[in-house]
């Protein structure tokens, strides 16, 4: 049997890393369990290295772009591109057909729509001889249908944010607060932190993210006559493009 535990430590653009933080907001100071005592550990990549860390740096996603060339379809039919949302890998896809009399007029009516109102997830189009060139929004992987004697082509391939962009942070470590167990079960008010002043994340920043298992020596409990290790889920948040120091 194991004692399993979740650990989260974040570091900010301008904190060494041995002022970083733990998930109730206490500065950690050096610690030789977490890497913290390192002495120039210099970026994100050359600590995870260093210290056994898997890490999973920041990088912008890359918008998908596909063409959809409308110039076989028969003079007269009607036009239409089905756009759907398939980021997700759920059954039911977010999808929206858009119908027009030319590629000219299609592309207008695709131009700046969303498939689900208000999701903020809008498409561009332009149009040029008959064809289409629709560019999905950030983080989002779409298929396309259209007539069958248009032709699709996929020119860019999506590719998703690595690491968290700072948009997520805030709904990433309240996960990890929540796990942690800051639900009060005898039912006085409870507080909820502020995850950029009371947890020491920068505000607007992206974060790159380090990810470690530490497994204890096998111990022996008496009371079960049962050996077991304690296992600790190590992640540290860093501030994208933070340059490390330790103080």
Known sequence: MANTKDTLIIVQASAAMDESKNAAGRVLGADAAYGLDMATPADAATFAAAQGYTVNAFAAATAGVSTVDTTGVAAGEELFVTLIDVSNGRRQFPRKSFRAATAAALATVINGAELEVGDGKAYTCTESAGVLTITFPGDVIAK?????????????????TAGIKAADVIE?????????????????????????????????????????????????????GSSYQ????????IADGASLTAS
Do not use: C, M, W
């Open 172 to 224: 990433f470590v309240g996960a990890k607060v929540t796990k942690a167990g800051r639900t009060n079960r005898v039912g006085f008010p409870v507080i909820e932190p502020n995850v950029f002043v009371d947890l020491g994340l920068a505000v607007g920043a992206d974060y790159d993210v380090l990810t470690k298992q530490i497994v204890s020596d096998v111990k022996f409990d008496k009371n079960t």
């Open 230 to 237: 304690d296992v600790e889920h190590v992640t540290i948040l």
């Open 144 to 160: 396309l249908a259209a007539n069958e004697a248009s032709v699709i082509a996929a020119t860019t391939a999506p590719v998703l």
